[in-house]
């Protein structure tokens, strides 16, 4: 069964930077692409950043471009958001999610973990 | 950058059809992905590929793509399908390529 489960949400001021993870079972984590996708309470789905099976390629929202990495470490099967210069619009859950199909770039995302709520205010 | 725009809201009886649509340029030369979220709980995919189920979803979900538009419609409507949708495409033509609507939110009256 495949499992997501994100940790790392707290409260931060504006300005601070925090690390979201994501650990991942059920499935061989280097064979599949990687997203992170936020959601402000009651608003839209807003893709954030996703990651290549093998860590070559990564792409980012413009809203959080140059602020936030991701990142991932197959040895521990986990996916990881790094995120500074944090705003106040950068409250939100943040979802880990995998993609449908193994070595593809451009797939559906098929498992969706629970997320984790940042809250950024001062 | 590619913009997907769907209805804020839908309204259906149930047993009745649901019709969600989301426009975007040429849209029916994309694979778009349909989804679906319930209030505090996590998306699940119910279409992908513009019309396949992912094993488990009901096939009174169902999707059609073509011209500007894309379609999800949601046969027989019961009370438990009420939820928010939202579309995504991949727009290869950009450096931020996941692109999702605005979502819908069904109502089954």
């Known amino acids: 069964e495949v499992q997501l489960v994100e940790s790392g949400g707290v409260v931060k001021q504006p300005g601070g930077s925090l690390k979201l993870s994501c650990a991942a079972t059920g499935f061989i984590f280097d064979d599949f692409t990687m997203h992170w996708v936020r959601q402000v309470p009651g608003k839209g789905l807003e893709w954030v950043s996703l990651?290549?099976?093998?860590?070559?390629?990564?792409y980012y929202a413009d809203s959080v471009k140059g602020r936030f990495t991701i990142s991932r470490d197959n040895s521990k099967n986990s996916l990881y958001l790094q995120m500074n210069s944090l705003r106040t619009e950068d409250t939100a859950f943040y979802y880990c999610a995998k993609s449908r199909l193994l070595h593809r770039l451009h797939s559906a995302c098929h498992y969706w973990g629970q997320g984790t709520l940042v809250t950024v205010s001062s | 950058s590619y913009v997907l725009t769907q209805p804020p809201s839908v309204s259906v009886a149930p047993g009745q059809t649901a019709r969600i649509t989301c426009g975007g340029n040429n849209i029916g030369i994309k694979r778009v992905h349909w989804y679906q979220q319930k209030p505090g709980q996590a998306p699940v995919l119910v279409v992908y590929?513009?019309?396949d189920r992912p094993s488990g979803i009901p096939e009174r979900f169902s999707g059609s793509n073509s011209g500007n538009t894309a379609t999800l419609t949601i046969g027989r409507v019961e009370a438990g399908d009420e939820a928010d949708y939202y579309c995504?495409?991949?727009?290869?033509?950009?450096?931020?390529?996941?692109?999702f609507g605005g979502g819908t939110k069904l109502t089954v009256l």
């Open positions: 995504q495409v991949w727009d290869n033509r950009s450096d931020h390529p996941v692109v």
């Open positions: 990651i290549s099976w093998d860590g070559a390629r990564t």
């Open positions: 590929d513009d019309s």
